[in-house]
C-alpha cells in the first residue's frame, strides 16, 4: 500500500473542550465520502446527543460498552468495562470491516489505569495499514503521541463551568 493510502493514527488530547466533537466530526465526514465507521466509547455510559443522533439517523456505529454514571461506580468496575471495551474494539479493528475506528475517551481510561499504554501500543500494531484510527481523551501518553501520524490538542482558555455553569444537554452531552 502506498503511503498516499495508508490509515493514520489521529489524536485529539488537552484540557479543553471539542476532542469527542472533533472525532463525531471526522467520523461523519467519512460516512459521507461513505465509509464505514465504528465509533467505540470508553467510559462514558451516559445517553448523550451523539447517542440519540445516532440511535435516529444510523449514519455510523457506535458502541457503548459501559453503561450508567462512571462516577458511580468502582475502579474495578470501570477497569472490567474498559477491559471489555478495549477486546471488543481489537475485535473490530482486526476484523477490518471498518475504514475508521474511533476510540474515544480510551486516553482518559489509560490515565486512570483502566487499560494499560502497552495494550493500546499492541492494538496500534495490529491496525490494518488501510484503517484510520482516531484516539481521543484527556493526558495523551507520550508513548502514543510518539506513535501517531497527527496529533491535536485542545487548550482551554476559558470555560462556563468556571463561572458555575453546568454541562448542558445538546451542548456538552
Given at each position: 500500500m502506498n503511503k498516499k493510502n495508508r490509515g493514520l493514527v489521529h489524536?485529539?488530547?488537552?484540557?479543553?473542550?471539542?476532542?469527542t466533537t472533533a472525532?463525531?466530526?471526522?467520523a461523519v465526514r467519512a460516512t459521507g465520502r461513505n465509509l464505514k465507521v465504528?465509533?467505540?466509547?470508553?467510559?462514558?455510559?451516559?445517553?448523550?446527543?451523539?447517542?440519540?443522533?445516532?440511535d435516529k439517523y444510523k449514519a455510523f456505529d457506535i458502541v457503548q460498552i459501559s453503561v450508567g454514571d462512571y462516577?458511580?461506580?468502582?475502579?474495578?468496575q470501570l477497569r472490567s468495562e474498559a477491559q471489555d471495551t478495549?477486546?471488543?474494539?481489537?475485535?473490530?479493528i482486526t476484523g477490518d470491516e471498518y475504514d475508521m475506528v474511533v476510540l474515544d475517551e480510551i486516553c482518559v481510561a489509560l490515565h486512570e489505569n483502566l487499560i494499560s499504554v502497552q495494550q493500546v501500543l499492541d492494538l496500534l500494531d495490529k491496525k490494518p495499514q488501510r484503517l484510520e484510527l482516531v484516539l481521543t481523551g484527556r493526558n495523551a501518553p507520550q508513548e502514543l503521541i510518539e506513535q501517531a501520524d497527527l496529533v491535536t490538542?485542545?487548550?482551554m482558555i476559558k470555560h462556563p463551568y468556571d463561572e458555575g455553569i453546568?454541562?448542558?444537554?445538546?451542548i456538552e452531552f
Open positions: 489524536i485529539y488530547t488537552g484540557n479543553g473542550k471539542g476532542k472525532a463525531i466530526g471526522l465504528a465509533f467505540i466509547q470508553f467510559i462514558k455510559g451516559v445517553q448523550s446527543g451523539e447517542l440519540i443522533f445516532m462516577r458511580s461506580k468502582s475502579h474495578d478495549l477486546s471488543y474494539a481489537e475485535n473490530v490538542e485542545m487548550r453546568v454541562a448542558r444537554p445538546g
